[in-house]
Nanobody, 113 residues
């Protein structure tokens, strides 16, 4: 399984970005898939993820971020609105198959004026 993120960049506070994750690999049907982030000096944390039909969001992004997916295209998206400086981090795409976790290389999101 190979995951590639795109869509990161520099945005002003209050702005929006949309991240994309493209997955490749045969018989792609993960048990869970979504987004995590890691800011400098902090642990990696959940942003949003699908686990089957269940969607989970990190407390700090609820109401501002929306995860979506296009299963036939093997794509997962993260729409980020009302961005804050605290959202600055490297965002990683994650897919789970049983006990195995797969990660993308990450995409930098910087929220600054």
């Amino acid at each position: 399984i190979h995951l590639v993120e795109s869509g990161g960049g520099l945005v002003q506070p209050g702005g929006s970005l949309r991240l994309s994750c493209a997955a490749s690999g045969t018989m792609f049907s993960p048990d869970a898939m979504g987004w995590y982030r890691q800011a400098p000096g902090k642990e990696r944390e959940l942003v949003a993820r699908y686990a089957g039909a269940i969607i989970m969001y990190g407390d700090s992004v609820k109401g501002r971020f929306t995860i979506s997916r296009d299963h036939p295209k093997k794509m997962v998206y993260l729409q980020m609105n009302s961005l804050k400086p605290d959202d600055t981090a490297v965002y990683y795409c994650n897919a789970v198959f049983g006990a195995s976790h797969y990660w993308g290389q990450g995409t930098q999101v910087t929220v600054s004026s």
